[in-house]
Nanobody, 131 residues
Framework: QVQLVESGGGSVQAGGSLRLSCEAS????????MGWFRQAPGKEREFVAA????????GFADSVKDRFTISRDNAKNTVYLQMNSLRPEDTAVYYC????????????????????????WGQGTQVTVSS
């Protein structure tokens, strides 16, 4: 079992930045592909970003490309989402997710974007961007 805890959410004005963290416990994070998803009120949960086990491959939703970056520190069992140039439409609850354990470091952009591929989820952290 993997327990995931997100932190770093909050309220910010448009154009501002936030850095979300997702700390894992229970298992070493290095065997898990990690993803960030978000869900706005009345909308389905959507993919934001993902990173492979070694941190060498990443993927982003078109809506956040060039504004958000994802990284991981396996030694700290933590994944990060750096969000810059935030917009009001980025307002949502952001969830961290893990798929694994994976015994080979493969990358599938399609699977990385799919909610159903992930086995563990955090409780979410609220991000609110005001105009």
């Amino acid at each position: 079992q993997v327990q995931l805890v997100e932190s770093g959410g909050g309220s910010v004005q448009a154009g501002g930045s936030l850095r979300l963290s997702c700390e894992a416990s229970g298992r070493t994070l290095s065997q898990y592909r990690m993803g960030w998803f978000r869900q706005a009120p009345g909308k389905e949960r959507e993919f934001v970003a993902a990173i492979n086990t070694s941190g060498t491959r990443t993927g982003f939703a078109d809506s956040v490309k060039d504004r958000f970056t994802i990284s991981r520190d396996n030694a700290k069992n933590t994944v990060y989402l750096q969000m810059n140039s935030l917009r009001p439409e980025d307002t949502a609850v952001y969830y961290c997710a893990a798929e694994g354990p994976l015994y080979i470091d493969y990358w599938s952009p399609q699977k990385a974007q799919t909610v159903e591929e992930y086995d563990y989820w955090g409780q979410g952290t609220q991000v609110t961007v005001s105009s």
